[in-house]
């Protein structure tokens, strides 16, 4: 007997004719939604390229489904290229093992992952600093089917706020001392952990080593 069928009967109380005709419209509503042409994957992929940053979706095997442009250019790959693949076919083993194990205990136990900030260095010996974001997908059986994750790089914000550290640092020695020559060790000394950034009008330059100079349009070989 269908539930349409038990609606037409006239001997059920009216709290469980109340809960059946609930049941009845929700199903008619899933089957109309599994019918639509509506694109999910589209809209889903949609909402990734709105985050600023890295953001994709992987099944419970960590492969990924979808991922933002950020995520395919930064690999150097398309998207139909990446879906089904996992971080064990983009390069380092090691890293690739941990996001596994990370991803694996993150749907066991459905605790979401939430501004670890983390740093790299790449092949190149140059570092790099992020922020990840993970979270578990449940089905509407509250059953784990994959996870989302999101990734904002924060490398030059890192960098940005060591110069200005290396500038107060930096005004705060100037101000304790009067002698030129001690004020110039110090501007140099504070220089050389710039990593070439522009702080207080000083430039750094390397040819042949330091080179100081003043922006304020005079000759070279005046300092």
């Not at 993970?134 to 999101?150: H, M, S, T």
């Not at 501007?187 to 304020?216: F, H, M, N, P, W």
Request: proline share 3%; with cysteine.
């Amino acid at each position: 007997m269908s539930l349409e069928d038990l609606l037409g009967r006239g001997d059920l109380p009216e709290d469980a004719l109340e809960v059946i005709r609930r049941e009845v419209e929700y199903r008619r509503t899933r089957a109309a939604a599994a019918s639509s042409s509506f694109d999910w994957l589209g809209c889903v992929l949609a909402l990734l390229e709105c985050f600023p940053g890295k953001a994709f979706v992987k099944d419970c095997d960590s492969r990924f489904v979808l991922a933002n442009q950020r995520v395919t250019q930064g690999l150097g790959v398309t998207m139909d290229w990446l879906r089904g693949r996992t971080d064990f076919d983009l390069g380092r083993a090691d890293r690739a093992q941990f996001h596994r194990a990370e991803e694996l205990a993150l749907m066991a136990t459905r605790a979401p992952i939430a501004g670890i900030e983390r740093s790299y260095v790449d092949v190149d010996g140059r570092e790099y600093s992020y922020v990840t974001y993970k979270l578990p997908i449940r089905d509407e059986e509250d059953c784990v089917v994959g996870l989302a994750g999101f990734i904002h790089d924060t490398t030059a914000l890192r960098r940005a706020n060591h110069a200005l550290l290396l500038q107060r640092d930096l005004s705060i020695r100037l101000a304790a001392t009067s002698d030129l020559d001690d004020a110039m060790a110090c501007v140099l000394a504070s220089a050389t952990r710039l990593e070439c950034i522009d702080v207080g009008g000083v430039y750094l330059a390397a040819d042949a080593g330091l080179l100081l100079r003043a922006q304020v349009g005079l000759p070279p070989d005046v300092l």
